[in-house]
T-cell receptor, first 118, second 117 residues
Framework: GAVVSQHPSWVICKSGTSVKIECRSL??????MFWYRQFPKQSLMLMAT?????????EQGVEKDKFLINHASLTLSTLTVTSAHPEDSSFYIC??????????????FGPGTRLTVL | AQTVTQSQPEMSVQEAETVTLSCTYD???????LFWYKQPPSRQMILVIR??????QNATENRFSVNFQKAAKSFSLKISDSQLGDAAMYFC??????????????FGKGTKLSVIP
């Protein structure tokens, strides 16, 4: 139980275009999802917290107009990187707060999306 | 904001032996949770073990156990009978309450564990 998927697993795009990444909780409803960014050989950095039906809360230093987050349903959150540039190339990981029937204090992670901006 | 220190960037262990990964953290909260996640080369984050800070008993999950010292803010992970599949990056992550029943994680920089056959 508590499975989280991400799509796509990897994406290559041209500079200036927008890219959407989907994060889904497959077997539970996730009222809260989290988006992280991970550079090579580094740790995970929290970008934003996404609550279903409300605006996302962004961490300091994260541009909310560049990284648009939408959590329109209890099983889906999306991250859109707008006007992507090469410096946005990274590994993006989502997680979901655990189900009510399980461990709501635990985060379950998706497999990540590798974004390369040319 | 929480700070998390994993003082061992890399460690190695012989297959079937035991290894301990260290983690110290700083928090002003009294009620929180602590986690160890592993990230193999596939980069999928996998939950290894979870500890509730209000519990004195150390958590155990099969070959994985923790030594939780709340006063010292120390949370080490012991892996017994190490297996080749244990090779991964291990992240220590204490949580902090962020409202609406949700907890944020702060990750340490990680310890890369190699298992020698």
């Amino acid at each position: 139980g508590a499975v989280v998927s991400q799509h796509p697993s990897w994406v290559i795009c041209k500079s200036g275009t927008s890219v959407k990444i989907e994060c889904r909780s497959l077997d539970f409803q996730a009222t809260t999802m989290f988006w992280y960014r991970q550079f090579p050989k580094q740790s995970l950095m929290l970008m934003a917290t996404s609550n279903e039906g409300s605006k996302a809360t962004y961490e300091q230093g994260v541009e909310k107009d560049k990284f648009l987050i939408n959590h329109a349903s209890l099983t889906l959150s999306t991250l859109t990187v707008t006007s992507a540039h090469p410096e946005d190339s990274s590994f993006y990981i989502c997680s979901a707060r655990g189900p009510q029937w399980g461990r709501a204090d635990t985060q379950y992670f998706g497999p990540g999306t590798r974004l390369t901006v040319l | 904001a929480q700070t998390v220190t994993q003082s061992q960037p890399e460690m190695s262990v012989q297959e079937a032996e035991t290894v301990t990964l260290s983690c110290t953290y700083d928090t002003s909260e009294s009620d929180y949770y602590l986690f160890w996640y592993k990230q193999p080369p596939s980069r999928q984050m996998i939950l290894v073990i979870r500890q509730e800070a209000y519990k004195q008993q150390n958590a155990t999950e099969n070959r994985f156990s923790v030594n939780f010292q709340k006063a010292a803010k120390s949370f080490s992970l012991k892996i017994s009978d190490s297996q080749l599949g244990d090779a991964a990056m291990y992240f220590c992550a204490p949580s902090s309450y962020s409202g609406a029943g949700s907890y944020q994680l702060t990750f340490g920089k990680g310890t890369k564990l190699s298992v020698i056959p």
